[in-house]
C-alpha cells in the first residue's frame, strides 16, 4: 500500500499524490509482468533488501516504461516500511536495442533522448554526443565531437575512464560504473557495438545522474543505523530493567519466607503449645473434641507455611546449591505431581551470585511445571554440562507431546517469553527444540565457571532462620506430648 510518493511518480506514471496514495501498487496496475513483482517480494523477504533491477511499469496512459527499480525495508515507531525508488530508463534500453539493430537508429535516439549519450570510436575519439551529454559535461557538441572523450575528464576520472575503456575492448563485454563528479553522484554504462570482423568497433555510453538515488540511500541508512542505536539502548535498559526486577523478585521472597519462618510459623506453634495444654485441662468432651480439631488445624497451619517457606526459599538451594537444590526439586516434583526427573552431570560447577543460581532453579521448576501441564509424559530429564568453558548448560528434556514452535499456546509462549527474557538478563540464552510428537528439549545456557560444587555463604539470617527450624519441631513434639 503505498503511504507517499514523490512528483517524479506523477511525472512518469501519470498517477497524482491523491490518486496513488492508500493504493496498493497492484490495485493501479503499474506491474506489466506479476513475476518480477513476485520474484522482488522473494528477494526482499530472503535477504532483507532487493538490489536495483530493470522492471516493467505501466503508465497511466498504457504506456510502458523500463524502471531501474529497488528497495530496503526501514523501521519507524516500531512499523516496518519500505522505501523503494524507481529510475526510468526507457531510452537507454531503447538505445541498447538500437546497438543491436544498426548505428541509424542509434543516430535517432540521441537528439530526444533524456539520457546522456555519447558514441566513441575504437580509439576513445567521440564520434557524437546528444545535448543532454553534453550539458552534463558542460561542453559544447562542435567542442566536443572529434575529440578525445577522456580529455574532459578530470585527471583522476579520465584515468580510471581509460582503464574501464581498454577493459572493454579486451574482454567486449559491456561494463557499468558509479563514481562521483563535482559532488553529482553519476551511473555510467559502456555498451560495445560489435565491427564485421568481431572487433569492437564503438563503444555506446550512457551517463545517469544518481545524486538524488544516492541521497535517498544516505539518509536511509543514517535513519537505519539511529534507530537500530535507538533498538539497542533500549534493549540493553530493558533488559538491566528486568534483571533489576528479578533481583527484586529474590529479596521479596526472601523477605517474606523469613517472616513466614520466624514470625508466623513462630505463633502458630505456640498457639498449638497452649492449646495442647488446654485440652488436659479441660474435662469436658466437647472441649476436648474442640481443643483436638483446632490443634489438627493447627498442624495443617503450621505445615502449609512450612511448604510456603519452602517454595519461596528453599534452605536447600541457599545453604547446599543449585545441584542438590535440583535434586530436591526432582523428589518434589515426583511425590506431588506423578513426573520422575533423572538428573544427569553437573558434578563441578560454580554459579557467580544468589540472583543467577536462584534464576536457574526457578527456570528448571518452571520447565518441569511446562512439562507436567504440557508434555503428557510421567518421565522427565534434567542433563547439566559445560558449553565451552564459561558457559553452563542445563537441559530439560521430555520425550512427550511436544509443539510447533510456530503455533504454541499463549501460557507457553509467555512461559517461554519470560525465562528467555531473564537468561538474556544475565548474560545467557535460552534454546527450545520442539516438534510435534517428538518431545521437547529446552537449554538454559548461564555464565559458569568451572569448581567445586558451588555453596552460597550463609547470611546471619540464613543461619538463625536454619536454627529456628531446628527448635520448631521440638516444640511441636512437647505440645503433642
Known amino acids: 500500500c503505498l503511504l507517499d510518493v514523490n512528483d517524479a511518480f506523477e511525472n512518469v506514471l501519470g498517477y497524482s499524490r491523491e490518486e496513488a ?17 513476485a520474484d522482488f517480494i522473494r528477494t526482499l523477504r530472503e535477504r532483507g533488501t532487493s538490489p536495483h533491477r530493470i522492471v516493467q511499469f505501466r503508465a497511466k496512459t498504457g504506456e510502458i516504461h523500463e524502471m531501474l527499480w529497488g528497495g530496503t525495508p526501514v523501521t519507524i515507531r516500531g512499523e516496518t516500511l519500505l522505501l523503494t525508488t524507481a529510475i526510468d530508463i526507457t531510452d537507454r534500453v531503447r538505445a ?11 543516430q535517432a535516439m540521441f537528439d530526444g533522448s533524456r539520457e546522456a549519450i555519447m558514441l566513441l570510436d575504437a580509439k576513445g ?15 559544447a557538441a562542435k567542442d566536443f565531437v572529434g575529440t578525445q572523450a577522456f580529455d574532459v575528464l578530470p585527471p583522476d576520472q579520465a584515468k580510471t575512464s581509460q582503464a574501464w575503456f581498454h577493459e572493454i575492448l579486451a574482454t567486449r563485454r559491456p561494463k557499468s560504473f558509479e563514481d562521483e563528479r563535482n559532488g553529482r553522484f553519476m551511473e555510467s554504462h559502456l ?13 555506446a555510453v550512457f551517463v545517469h545522474d544518481i545524486t538524488d538515488r544516492k541521497r535517498a540511500e544516505r539518509v536511509l541508512q543514517e535513519s537505519h543505523d539511529e534507530l537500530e542505536k535507538n533498538v539497542r539502548e533500549r534493549t540493553s535498559k530493558l533488559r538491566a530493567l528486568a534483571a533489576q526486577l528479578t533481583q527484586a523478585e529474590h529479596r ?37 473434641r474442640d481443643t483436638e480439631w483446632l490443634l489438627q488445624e493447627l ?73 507436567v501441564k504440557h508434555a503428557g509424559t510421567k518421565v522427565a530429564k534434567i542433563k547439566i554440562g559445560w558449553q565451552g568453558k564459561d558457559k553452563l548448560a542445563i537441559e530439560v528434556s521430555d520425550k512427550g507431546r511436544g ?26 540464552r535460552l534454546e527450545i527444540a520442539s516438534r510435534p510428537g517428538k518431545g521437547t528439549r529446552a537449554t538454559l545456557i548461564l555464565p559458569a565457571s568451572p569448581g567445586p560444587i558451588e555453596r552460597a555463604r550463609e547470611s546471619p539470617r540464613t543461619a538463625a532462620g536454619r536454627k529456628g527450624r531446628k527448635t520448631a519441631p521440638r516444640r511441636a513434639s512437647a505440645a503433642k506430648r
Open 403 to 428: 509443539f510447533d514452535s510456530a503455533r504454541h499456546t499463549q501460557e507457553t509462549t509467555f512461559g517461554l517469553f519470560s525465562i528467555r527474557e531473564r537468561t538474556e538478563a544475565f548474560g545467557g
Open 96 to 106: 541498447q536495442e538500437a546497438l543491436s539493430k544498426s548505428e541509424e537508429n542509434l
Open 125 to 139: 575519439v567521440v564520434l557524437n554526443a546528444n545535448a543532454a551529454m553534453c550539458e552534463r559535461l558542460n561542453i
Open 252 to 288: 521479596e521472597r526472601r523477605r517474606i519466607a523469613d517472616v513466614l519462618h520466624e514470625d508466623l510459623q513462630q505463633r502458630l506453634v505456640a498457639m498449638q503449645f497452649k492449646i495442647s495444654g488446654l485440652k488436659m485441662l479441660a474435662g469436658k468432651e466437647s472441649a476436648a
Open 21 to 37: 496514495v492508500g493504493q496498493s501498487v497492484m490495485e493501479l496496475g503499474i506491474w506489466v509482468d506479476p513475476g518480477q513483482r
Open 299 to 371: 498442624d495443617r497451619t503450621i505445615q502449609l507455611s512450612r511448604d510456603l517457606t519452602i517454595r519461596l526459599r528453599p534452605p536447600v538451594l541457599y545453604e547446599l546449591g543449585l545441584r542438590p537444590a535440583l535434586e530436591w526439586l526432582a523428589e518434589k516434583t515426583r511425590s506431588s505431581f506423578g513426573l520422575i526427573v533423572n538428573i544427569k552431570g553437573g558434578k563441578s560447577f560454580h554459579l557467580a551470585t544468589d540472583e543467577l543460581r536462584v534464576f536457574a532453579f526457578e527456570a528448571v521448576s518452571e520447565l518441569l511445571m511446562n512439562v
Open 191 to 203: 555498451y560495445p557495438i560489435m565491427g564485421p570482423s568481431g572487433e569492437v568497433a564503438r563503444i
